[in-house]
């Protein structure tokens, strides 16, 4: 038998674990709108340094010809970029701490319900490659390929964290009533996902023409990248409304279909508003000259959408077994 309060402090942290992973997102995210990226060119110090400098007088007179011997040719230091690509490591490094708290604290799983444990074990090694991985994307000079896979890693632990928790809770959301949804209800959800990572997947081809374009503007003169927007641009931007209107619907039979004061109802509210918020930041970075601030928030909500997606397909299946 699981202790209860055990059992709410596991939840509480993997909540918080989940949050903060979409926050090293949300910090990529501007790392990458504000061409932060080789802030650090080198890792895991920066600059040589555990704490970087803050001004250009701290380095070697010759810092240029160093890096430049070592593949980092044209680095020039911004004391603004380094400390935004800095604080983008310390946020993933307290990441880590949360995951090995997460995967200690499911060892009361071990005799109910060892899948739990694996899974919290398993996300604690994934993060260890995932800060891996963001070195090699840093050895790689800022590769698009590898900055794809470095986001698309940090959706699939979001998932598999989402899953963990809901598992843990199977109890309390078998509770939930889901009587009234409609039979479809779930399949739609299902292509929903589908279409998400999909959306997702397009979106990352776009964000890597986007940084082609912005190197070739030098970073400035945004209101002329448009110009140069490839054709997945135009099928993602006309994508979002065929996106739109499936999470609507699905919010909407929520509303309809359980009870005022259920989790299910909070989530397909969330979802909605979303969905709202993505498209409106993607309008933002097509009508006003991709504003700097809307890149890292359209990436963010792309992921929480998933996220939400997914927590509803996980308490369906535990609530169908009522």
Known sequence: MINTEAAAHFRRLGTITIFAVYFVILVGGIVRASGSGMGCPDWPTCFGQWVPPTDESQLPANYHEIYAQRGYENTQFNPVKTWTEYTNRLVGVTIGFLILLTAWSSRIYLKSDKTIFYLAVSVFFLVGFQGWLGSTVVASNLKPLMITLHMLLALFIVALLIYTIARSQRDVIARIDIRALPDKFKTVLIAAMIMTLLQVAMGTQVREAVDFIAHNHTYIERQYWRDDFPVIFYIH?????IILFTNLWLAWKIVRSVDKKSLLRRIGLSLAALVVT??????????????????????LMANLIFGAQFFLFSCLNYAAKK
């Not at 931007?237 to 409304?241: A, D, K, L, T, V």
Request: zero cysteines.
């Open 237 to 241: 931007r006309s994508f979002s409304s």
């Open 278 to 299: 993505a498209i409106l930041a993607g309008i933002s970075l097509d009508r006003l000259g991709m504003p700097p601030v809307a890149q890292p928030i359209h990436l």
